[in-house]
T-cell receptor
């Protein structure tokens, strides 16, 4: 158990809908990262938050957004969903600003868009 | 997105055999991490490397940070059935001013009892 929790475990929705994925980092960790894992793309970095502020963006679509709240949990919002958004979404956390941090991953949310 | 070159893509071995996999890049990395992922689970950290030339062990696993800082390898000795999974290398490019961890495509390991 990495100490990172994610909910829900599974999510099935329809195209055009909006969903919210939630992540709680390990106790004491200030950085939260979001990743998308699909069969043909591997693990792709989406976005990094440190202590409530956005630190870096990766291959994140404009339809996707995230935030980190004062209690350090984070939410990833996916809107206008398309079939191609079906994937595993992972959250990871680390203790510092993330420059060379070891990242600990949560169990993931499997999103299926029908 | 940018990824590391990880090889082999898959391995099917007999229980008890040793396994070796590696990651290479054309860029310099200042941190290498090795993760294992099992079906339906998130990646689990196996070994972290922070210095060129560093050799670190975790039980039957050994990983090294290449001297050129452009590669890393992971060895598993005396494999057992529970070693089955996908192994990912990951790293931070140098210089790194973001938390962007770059991943290899993964090595799928299957172990025949």
């Amino acid at each position: 158990d990495s100490g990172v929790t994610q909910t829900p475990k599974h999510l099935i929705t329809a195209t055009g809908q909006r969903v919210t994925l939630r992540c709680s980092p390990r106790s004491g960790d200030l950085s939260v990262y979001w990743y998308q894992q699909s069969l043909d793309q591997g693990l792709q970095f989406l976005i990094h938050y440190y202590n409530g502020e956005e630190r870096a963006k990766g291959n994140i679509l404009e339809r996707f957004s995230a935030q980190q709240f004062p209690d350090l949990h984070s939410e990833l919002n996916l809107s206008s969903l398309e079939l191609g958004d079906s994937a595993l979404y992972f959250c990871a956390s680390s203790g510092n600003r993330g420059l060379t941090d070891t990242q600990y991953f949560g169990p993931g949310t499997r999103l299926t868009v029908l | 997105g940018q990824q590391l070159n990880q090889s082999p893509q898959s391995m099917f071995i007999q229980e008890g055999e040793d396994v070796s996999m590696n990651c290479t890049s054309s860029s310099i990395f200042n941190t290498w991490l090795w993760y294992k992922q099992e079906p339906g689970e998130g990646p689990v950290l196996l070994i972290a490397l922070y210095k060129a030339g560093e050799l670190t062990s975790n039980g039957r696993l050994t990983a090294q940070f290449g001297i050129t800082r452009k590669d890393s390898f992971l060895n598993i000795s005396a494999s057992i059935p529970s070693d089955v999974g996908i192994y990912f290398c990951a790293g931070y490019r140098s210089p790194s001013n973001t938390g962007k961890l770059i991943f290899g495509q993964g090595t799928t390991l299957q172990v025949k009892p």
